[in-house]
Each structure stands twice: as structure tokens, then as C-alpha cells.
């Protein structure tokens, strides 16, 4: 059984920076992807960032140049660096991880950009 564990949402002002992370645990095998997705209220979920396992990144338009993902292989785990928020970037944002073709999801952390 694979489990994933958000971590680092809250609110913040506009321009201001958040770090989430995501932690996996259980079966997990080389060669999976992680990644990050957001959804606003009323709205889908959406593709934030994702990378593989020989870090090769790839980020959705609207956050690129300012939100950075990277991982630590060996403790399973995601970072998502996320800098010059503005209130666009409000919603929950959850994990995802590819193992074996499988997708798991964590259970969502929420993000919260307001003055």
C-alpha cells in the first residue's frame, strides 16, 4: 500500500513564497514520477508540476519561473517551491505519484493566497 502525506500550506500574502512537501510511503519503485496538482474552489483539478526520476521537470505555464519542484530519491519525497503567489494560485493542492503505472494521490493541503 503506498500512502502520501502533504505537508506546508497555509495562508500567505500575495508575493509572498510557500514550500510544500509530500512524502511517500510503502512500495515504492524506481522510475516513478511525482508531481503536484491544484484545485480552486468551483473550478477542476489542475497540473501544477511533475518530475521523473532522473529529475527531469515540467511545470504548466502559469507557474513557471516561479514555482520550483524537486525531489529527495532516497527519503521519497516531493518539494514544491512556490514563490510570487497571487491569489490565482488559492486551492488545495495534492500529491500524485505515478509507481508502476498506478496513480496514488495524497489527501490535499490548502493553499490560501490574500491580504
Known amino acids: 500500500q503506498v500512502q502520501l502525506v502533504e505537508s506546508g500550506g497555509g495562508l500567505v500574502q500575495p508575493g509572498g513564497s510557500l514550500r510544500l512537501s509530500c512524502a511517500a510511503s510503502g512500495h515504492i519503485f524506481s522510475g516513478n514520477t511525482m508531481g503536484w496538482y491544484r484545485q480552486a474552489p468551483g473550478k477542476q483539478r489542475e497540473f501544477v508540476a511533475v518530475?521523473?526520476?532522473?529529475?527531469?521537470?515540467n511545470y504548466a505555464d502559469s507557474v513557471k519561473g516561479r514555482f520550483a519542484i524537486t525531489r529527495d530519491s532516497a527519503k521519497n519525497t516531493v518539494y514544491l517551491q512556490m514563490n510570487s503567489l497571487n491569489p490565482e494560485d488559492t486551492g488545495v493542492y495534492y500529491c500524485?505519484?505515478?509507481?508502476?503505472?498506478?496513480?496514488?494521490w495524497g489527501q490535499g493541503t490548502q493553499v490560501t493566497v490574500s491580504s
Open positions: 500524485n505519484l505515478v509507481n508502476l503505472g498506478i496513480p496514488y
Open positions: 518530475i521523473a526520476s532522473a529529475d527531469s521537470t
